[in-house]
């Protein structure tokens, strides 16, 4: 059994601006780095035999300041990256999600990826890191959508539980599963006490 502890990124520039960022990329902000060290420290009793992260840079960097200090290896998946959405890259989230606003199935309409798309490439990649490194504990860093659609094809509804990505898997946040040859949930996102998050 492969266990899994799934990271959505520290704060951004873009998070901080509200700007939609799948694909394309922006720096941690100060307070996404702090976050991540934060989490660290928080995790440093895990013994970690390896890390998987998205090839974005804020993922990579963030899966950095965690494991700071520590001899884990930090392995990139273009895989892993965030949910593509297309014509919306880098646009203002109240513009295109303004009145509620709400794609249901995705974005392959706009250029982008259907959420059936995200959940199909990172469970593969999942259930491809668990094959080879079988009773590991797994380091993944990667984004909010892609973990938000994971969860919620698990444990249906879960979109609907809060109102926004930012809110249902939080900046650093942390998602726990299992793996044997299915995924399994074992914790829904969470933050741990003390946690800093945007305001």
């Not at 998987?52 to 930090?74: H, P, Q, W």
């Not at 959940?119 to 504990?137: D, F, G, H, Q, W």
Request: proline fraction near 5%.
């Amino acid at each position: 059994m492969t266990h899994f502890y799934i990271i959505r990124h520290g704060e951004t520039v873009f998070n901080r601006k509200g700007r939609i960022q799948g694909w394309c990329d922006s720096p941690l902000t100060d307070l996404g780095v702090s976050q991540a060290k934060q989490l660290g420290k928080e995790l440093k009793n895990v013994p970690f035999d390896v890390c998987f992260c998205s090839t974005s840079e804020r993922a990579i960097d963030t899966a950095s300041s965690i494991l700071e200090g520590r001899n884990v290896k930090i392995i990139p998946s273009k895989n892993l990256k965030e949910q593509s959405f297309g014509d919306f890259e880098a646009e203002k989230s109240v513009d295109i999600f303004k009145d509620g606003v709400r794609f249901p199935d995705g974005y392959r309409f706009c250029g982008g990826e259907n959420h059936s798309d995200v959940i199909e490439r990172v469970t593969k990649e999942l259930k491809k890191i668990a094959s080879e490194y079988p009773n590991a504990n797994v380091l993944v860093v990667c984004h909010g959508s892609a973990i938000k659609h994971i969860v919620n094809a698990l444990c249906p509804g879960f979109v609907n539980e809060k109102p926004n990505t930012a809110a249902l898997v939080p900046n650093c946040s942390v998602t726990r599963m299992d793996c044997d040859t299915e995924l399994k949930l074992i914790e829904k996102p969470h933050l741990f006490h003390g946690q800093q998050t945007l305001k």
